[in-house]
């Protein structure tokens, strides 16, 4: 691991639905704007390279690629050129009748890790064939970094796993669509990252969206969460486009301690659960 | 379950540590005021019976009783004249060399079930014997009420049990020592109970204490939770004596869908986890 403290960054933009070639262009955009500014961890949305919306599994298929395909090989030139991790959600092309919602941590030597949405949210359910693989955990220059996707964070089970495994940080992809919720509460999907985090003393990176897509908004609440749960970037959601960044000494998320005799893990009890 | 309202008051009480004879009398107190007040089900805090700062084991077996000691025999009572659920926790004796930290859930018919807390905190673990048996979840005429406490609630897969069980609403006794936290935002320890009360749809009634003992503070972070993670009562917290009360409809509990083709519990994969 390491003592210094890393940058890292969530872009929270607006693509377009359908529209790859705009959406790629808008991430190098802004994934260049971020490493300008000294960003060396970079997550983008869900589903960034082909929108959310989809109408059904056929528009789905018109957009989707595979690993080969110009994205991950625009983000990979990206992260070797730039010296980042970049982290981001696009349309998978499985078979010429099956997509997977998924997304690519893609290392500044240019390894590519996949991981494929083990819970899929809604009409998710009539487009994409779920993942059934666990979340990564990927040793990179700058830490230990996992990832998962969007509405596997509500399930705890899901979480433990890449912090059992050794994350240090976990990037999320997300597109949370926004539903209405008390204004003067911190929105719950928020919530229940902090708790994500506090529980496995590990830093989250969660990116949420913008752009309203036939008739759906997003919450915009985009966080980078510390291993106590509380919140570095992005304490107050804002439904527009936004950058937020904050610099992690990662080396934190492996004091598991949390008194003189408690440690968040080894205080389990697998056996009864 | 029922179509009513019921009435749930968490009573933030400052018992004195090894005084049984004052922690029964202020109970009891408070309890007949709740009561009057029209709580249904009204839960106190953790170690309520005897306080909780111990020095050691030999001053816990000092204070400690078994079911058929007098603070049980009090609130049974109090439960079977008032028409209530009660729950409370106190310093259990378990032999003439081991005590445990736990609760009981009294019944308006006198049933009572107890729980033992397997999650021990710090220099409890040199006191306690950690219970080893999964929260219970009671029939009660207000509805299935699970039973644990305090730090067994940083454990999501804990808290999953009593959800998948049944549960309605989660009472919860706890100790919550205070530590250094952003000013400008809620107690790590509420935001836990947030997200597991959003993750199972289910109410979450948490119920801290006051008063300074030995050195140690408390957070003052009595919460009772709806189904979406919001807070019914206890949105800021007060360290002080108080008492929250909130009226629940638990049928709510009974609807883990979030969206047309979502339930928070069939969604789960458990064969990935």
Chains 1, 2 share one sequence.
């Not at 262009?25 to 971020?34: G, H, I, K, M, N």
């Not at 997300?174 to 506090?198: C, F, L």
């Not at 492996?254 to 008194?259: G, L, P, R, V, Y």
Request: hydrophobic share 40%; aromatic share 6%; net charge negative.
């Amino acid at each position: 691991m390491n003592n210094e403290k890393i940058r890292v960054a969530c872009l929270q933009l607006a693509p377009r639905i359908g529209d790859a070639g705009y959406n790629r262009q808008l991430s190098e955009e802004r994934v260049r704007d971020a490493a300008e500014k000294g960003a060396d961890v970079i997550v983008l949305p869900e589903l960034m390279q082909s929108g959310y919306a989809f109408s059904d599994l056929s528009e789905a298929l018109q957009v989707a690629e595979d690993l080969s395909g110009p994205t991950v090989a625009l983000w990979t030139q990206l992260a070797l050129e730039l010296g980042i991790v970049l982290v981001g959600g696009f349309c998978e092309r499985l078979s010429h009748h099956q997509v997977a919602n998924s997304a690519v941590l893609i290392q500044p030597e240019g390894e590519v890790t996949l991981y494929r949405k083990a819970h899929l949210w809604n009409a998710e359910k009539l487009v994409f064939t779920p993942g059934d693989r666990p979340p990564p955990v990927v040793q990179t220059r700058f830490g230990n970094i996992g990832l998962m996707i969007c509405y596997d964070l509500e399930f705890p089970e899901w979480v433990r796993l890449p912090a059992l495994a050794g994350a240090q940080l976990l990037c999320a992809p997300v597109n949370w669509p926004d539903a209405p919720r008390p204004a003067d509460e911190r929105a719950a999907e928020v919530v229940r990252v902090q708790a994500n985090a506090a529980v496995n003393r590990m830093f989250i990176a969660t990116c949420d969206r913008h752009g309203e897509e036939r008739g759906v908004h997003w919450v915009g609440g985009s966080v980078i969460v510390d291993p106590d749960g509380y919140p570095l970037a992005g304490r107050l959601r804002i439904a527009a486009e936004q950058m937020l960044m904050a610099d992690l000494d990662l080396g934190q998320a492996n004091d598991k301690s949390i008194s003189a005799r408690n440690h968040v893990h080894r205080d389990r009890r697998p056996s009864l659960y």
